[in-house]
């Protein structure tokens, strides 16, 4: 029987990378932000030199790899609909080019800018 | 026409809303990734519907008030990436008229140059080659070749012509439009918007007509006068006597309830001892009765085409009034301590949710998009104290989750299940007698041991993935990847499952779709037990649409 292969994965800034590409042609999302725990209110958006704070990548021992984005989003849109979509897509093209290799990715609201 | 106002542009927009679900389907199959269940067409509509269903009763003559409630009800009930968009494009448009109660051509192409604006802000790198570059260049387009002597149908048949030309150009601007050989959907629907809203103008405003599907792939549309969904289908009654049991199922209520829901509505069920009587509203008499048939035997039967009823009454025929064997309404739903809440797709499915306990079922799959408010009306109806959702589909989880934040009840979660398969194999793992918090933690581990596959067939010619894949033949998909194809549906199965299965797969659970007859079933049933001797196989008839198969190997 087959056995799935389990490719050696890129660095995390190469993922990073693939995925600011992609989150940032998703519709609704303005930016990215960097969580810290002691900020209540509005998230500030990352300089672009900065932008890689807000895409954290995790590998796991057996292979696998999970992302978590932090986003701001456009004001007005229906937020539910924007995070499913970008999450979706985010999704389905690292696994295309990872080999179905990402465990899940998370995608955090943390503020609407104008 | 030199101006319009308030009552004009609620016309056009419920025009051009009624144009858009007229033409939906035709809209999904556009969809680049070719299964059968693409969603811009639906999703779009769903979103210009909710829109229209605010200023349906409006008598505003203002025509900024019109745009304003359109726009913001664009805005709740935008569906996907498509539906988020056109909310925007329409809310820039509601910006653009401000203030006014009545625009000319210029305040026409100034509103639609402001829904550009608007619709390109809310993205840090918009995506040419979609539906933004259609508008973006038909609103132009219009802006650069009005004069003052452009009436307002000129105008928009100026905006309807652009749009069609930029349309044409998407494939140019986006690769993977051109590699399968279409336009864009999210600006084919837009365009059938536009030309919606023209027909209005032009005094013929768009009505509804029956975009039915009965066969995906030769989808039906009833022309005609549109129809009250009450008055379509058979109004089905009967009194049954239950057992006996040496041949005959054990009843329960809830479960008959739940299943019988799903084929149907206006549901009435009344159980008196060994007696049950039911009242159903069904376009598919002869599966409630099949179904009812298992747990009992019929004394009485009365089943009334109400589509005939109806077009007796509006041609002023008499119609006699059936003998009424409605029941005493049932009782509420006593309240319970625990509930799962399923989306599924077939009434096999809701059978075998049904037998692992699964009570509420709520109808889904991939050509639809349960609403929040669906799922809050499960919540209620299950009327317990800790709820389970399982969505069984990546497009719903959202749905799901807004939903358990919205209602009262704290403990309502939902079990991330991106496939039927995933969401029966969690469903599964549910403990009674464990705390929330164990119950979920288990059901989750459940998701992750499943790999879901699907075999359906290609709406048309592709390449994709390395394949080269034609009109109807049949694909297999696993994990969201087309991963095979073929033009006989059991061998593309056969191809699936040995890329599926692994070292260390254990059991393979198959749901057969409608299009599977009963020695089609067997024929695959042996096939798996003969060359997966080692797994446990359960082989079912799901009787789902678009899907012939639908495989978990866990």
């Known amino acids: 029987m087959e056995k799935k292969v389990i490719k050696k994965l890129p660095s995390s800034k190469e993922i990073a990378d693939m995925v600011y590409e992609i989150a940032s042609a998703c519709y609704g999302i303005k930016g990215f932000t960097r969580f810290d725990s002691q900020i209540i209110g509005k998230y500030e958006p990352l300089s672009l030199k900065d932008i890689k704070k807000g895409i954290i990548v995790r590998k796991y021992a057996n292979g696998l790899f999970s992302v978590d984005l932090y986003v701001l989003l456009a004001d007005e849109v229906k937020l539910t609909e924007t995070l499913s979509e970008c999450q979706k897509v985010v999704r389905y093209k690292l696994n295309k080019q990872y080999n179905n290799q990402c465990r899940h990715v998370n995608v955090y609201a943390m503020s609407v800018v104008k | 026409?030199?101006?319009?106002?308030?009552?004009?542009?609620?016309?056009?927009?419920?025009?051009?809303?009624?144009?858009?679900?007229?033409?939906?389907?035709?809209?999904?199959?556009?969809?680049?990734?070719?299964?059968?269940?693409?969603?811009?067409?639906?999703?779009?509509?769903?979103?210009?519907?909710?829109?229209?269903?605010?200023?349906?009763?409006?008598?505003?003559?203002?025509?900024?008030?019109?745009?304003?409630?359109?726009?913001?009800?664009?805005?709740?009930?935008?569906?996907?990436?498509?539906?988020?968009?056109?909310?925007?494009?329409?809310?820039?448009?509601?910006?653009?008229?401000?203030?006014?109660?009545?625009?000319?051509?210029?305040?026409?192409?100034?509103?639609?140059?402001?829904?550009?604006?608007?619709?390109?802000?809310?993205?840090?790198?918009?995506?040419?080659?979609?539906?933004?570059?259609?508008?973006?260049?038909?609103?132009?387009?219009?802006?650069?070749?009005?004069?003052?002597?452009?009436?307002?149908?000129?105008?928009?048949?100026?905006?309807?012509?652009?749009?069609?030309?930029?349309?044409?150009?998407?494939?140019?601007?986006?690769?993977?439009?051109?590699?399968?050989?279409?336009?864009?959907?999210?600006?084919?629907?837009?365009?059938?918007?536009?030309?919606?809203?023209?027909?209005?103008?032009?005094?013929?405003?768009?009505?509804?007509?029956?975009?039915?599907?009965?066969?995906?792939?030769?989808?039906?549309?009833?022309?005609?006068?549109?129809?009250?969904?009450?008055?379509?289908?058979?109004?089905?009654?009967?009194?049954?006597?239950?057992?006996?049991?040496?041949?005959?199922?054990?009843?329960?209520?809830?479960?008959?309830?739940?299943?019988?829901?799903?084929?149907?509505?206006?549901?009435?069920?009344?159980?008196?001892?060994?007696?049950?009587?039911?009242?159903?509203?069904?376009?598919?008499?002869?599966?409630?009765?099949?179904?009812?048939?298992?747990?009992?035997?019929?004394?009485?039967?009365?089943?009334?085409?109400?589509?005939?009823?109806?077009?007796?009454?509006?041609?002023?025929?008499?119609?006699e009034e059936h003998t009424d064997l409605v029941p005493e309404p049932e009782k509420e739903q006593p309240h319970q301590p625990f509930a799962l809440i399923a989306v599924s797709s077939g009434d096999g499915i809701d059978e075998f949710f049904n037998e692992i306990g699964v009570t509420e079922l709520v109808k889904g799959g991939q050509t639809m998009n349960p609403s929040s408010e669906d799922f809050l009306a499960a919540i209620k109806h299950a009327n317990a104290d800790n709820i389970f959702i399982f969505p069984n589909n990546s497009n719903i989880v959202m749905a799901a989750t807004q939903a358990a934040e919205m209602c009262e009840n704290d403990n309502v979660y939902v079990v991330p299940s991106k496939t039927i398969l995933q969401g029966l194999s969690a469903a599964m793992m549910f403990n009674p007698e464990a705390s929330n918090e164990d119950n979920l933690e288990e059901m989750k581990a459940a998701l992750k041991n499943v790999t879901s596959g699907e075999v359906t067939f290609s709406i048309r010619d592709t390449e994709i993935n390395g394949l080269s894949i034609k009109k109807d033949e049949f694909i297999g998909i696993m994990n969201k990847d087309i991963v095979v194809n073929g033009t006989d549906k059991k061998e593309v199965l056969f191809s699936l499952l040995s890329k599926m299965i692994t070292d260390e797969s254990s059991l393979i659970t198959l749901l057969c779709g409608e299009d599977v007859d009963d020695s089609l079933m067997e024929e695959v049933q042996a096939y798996i037990e003969e060359n997966y001797s080692d797994l446990d196989v359960d082989v079912r008839k799901g009787n789902q649409p678009v899907y012939s198969f639908l495989v978990g190997v866990e």
């Open chain 2, 1 to 319: 026409m030199r101006t319009i106002n308030g009552q004009t542009l609620k016309d056009m927009f419920i025009s051009g809303s009624n144009n858009l679900y007229n033409h939906y389907p035709e809209i999904d199959a556009l969809n680049v990734f070719p299964v059968p269940d693409g969603d811009t067409g639906m999703n779009m509509n769903l979103t210009m519907t909710s829109g229209s269903k605010e200023i349906q009763n409006r008598n505003d003559t203002n025509i900024s008030e019109i745009a304003k409630t359109f726009s913001r009800g664009l805005l709740m009930g935008a569906r996907g990436n498509s539906g988020v968009i056109t909310s925007q494009i329409f809310r820039g448009f509601a910006q653009g008229l401000e203030g006014k109660a009545e625009i000319d051509v210029q305040g026409l192409s100034d509103a639609f140059e402001k829904g550009v604006e608007v619709a390109y802000k809310a993205v840090i790198k918009p995506v040419e080659g979609t539906i933004l570059t259609v508008v973006r260049e038909s609103s132009a387009y219009l802006k650069d070749n009005l004069n003052k002597a452009t009436s307002i149908e000129k105008a928009v048949d100026m905006l309807i012509e652009e749009a069609k030309r930029s349309l044409e150009r998407t494939p140019d601007l986006l690769p993977i439009l051109k590699e399968v050989g279409v336009v864009d959907s999210g600006g084919a629907g837009l365009i059938a918007i536009f030309e919606g809203m023209k027909r209005a103008l032009d005094g013929t405003p768009c009505e509804r007509v029956m975009a039915t599907e009965n066969d995906p792939k030769n989808p039906i549309v009833a022309a005609g006068a549109s129809m009250e969904e009450e008055e379509f289908g058979y109004c089905t009654e009967f009194i049954m006597e239950l057992g006996p049991d040496s041949v005959k199922k054990p009843f329960n209520q809830k479960r008959f309830t739940s299943v019988l829901l799903s084929r149907g509505n206006s549901l009435v069920v009344v159980r008196d001892d060994n007696i049950v009587k039911v009242h159903v509203h069904t376009l598919n008499p002869g599966t409630v009765l099949n179904y009812a048939q298992q747990f009992g035997e019929f004394l009485k039967l009365k089943i009334e085409n109400m589509t005939e009823q109806h077009h007796a009454l509006a041609s002023g025929a008499q119609v």
